[in-house]
């Protein structure tokens, strides 16, 4: 079945780094999303992505829709530690009716 | 508006026991889904619901049944726990999927089982 592989699996960082992880697929993805898991909590939303090509930005987060549909992009700049938590990418499974997610990004702040 | 919410958030059972998860959300969403999520570990679709009425099996159905009698509401039950059932489960809900304008999928806060 269809699977999104995001990496890196896990990264530790300085607060005040910039962050990138990625998510890619070997099928296309007409639709794109970035959720974020604060420890002990659901998943919340963080951006959505409908286009190819499209770059959009929520605070210091951006994300990108690849244009082979096949990649997306989560970028946070100046991380601070309420950044910590779990990232995952997301996307609607074709002819299906529900959405596929990513293994997830954990990322650990050290102050 | 609440979004979702589950009931309870936490719960210790026994082996063998039984219970009912609930799920309700005030988005008039058609589809709804429950996951569980391991330690360390990624989500697993267990059942979903595209309209009241219907249900559908996920990537691991095995051990639950759910029901949508009402639109708002998505129940998860266990029949008999079993320790292999500990796990966060989360409850989410979403427009329809696939039509190209709103595939967002909203989470509640999680329900906490350990099973001894």
């Known amino acids: 079945g269809q699977q999104l592989n995001q990496s890196p699996q896990s990264m530790f960082i300085q607060e005040g780094e910039d962050v990138s992880m990625n998510c890619t697929s070997s099928?296309?993805?007409?639709?794109w999303l970035w959720y974020k898991q604060d420890p002990g909590e659901g998943p919340v939303l963080l951006i959505a992505?409908?286009?190819?090509?499209e770059l959009t930005s929520n605070g210091r987060l951006t994300a990108q829709f690849g244009i082979t549909r096949k990649d997306s992009f989560l970028n946070i700049s100046a991380s601070i530690p309420s950044d910590v938590g779990i990232y995952f990418c997301a996307g609607p499974i074709q002819g299906a009716q529900k959405l596929v997610f990513g293994q997830g990004t954990r990322l650990t702040i050290n102050p | 508006n609440a979004g979702v919410t589950q009931t309870p958030k936490f719960r210790v059972l026994k082996t063998g026991q039984s219970m009912t998860l609930l799920c309700a959300q005030d988005m008039n969403h058609e589809y709804m889904y429950w996951y569980r999520q391991d330690p360390g570990m990624g989500l697993r679709l267990i059942h979903y619901?595209?309209?009241?009425?219907?249900?559908a099996k996920g990537e691991v159905p095995d051990g639950y049944n759910v029901s949508r009698l009402k639109k708002q509401n998505f129940l998860l039950g266990l029949e008999s726990a079993a320790p292999s059932q500990t796990s966060v489960y989360f409850c989410a809900s979403s427009y329809p999927v696939g039509q190209g304008a709103r595939d967002e999928q909203f989470f509640g806060p999680g329900t906490r089982l350990t099973v001894l």
């Open positions: 619901s595209v309209g009241e009425g219907t249900t």
């Open positions: 099928s296309i993805f007409n639709t």
């Open positions: 992505l409908y286009k190819a090509g």
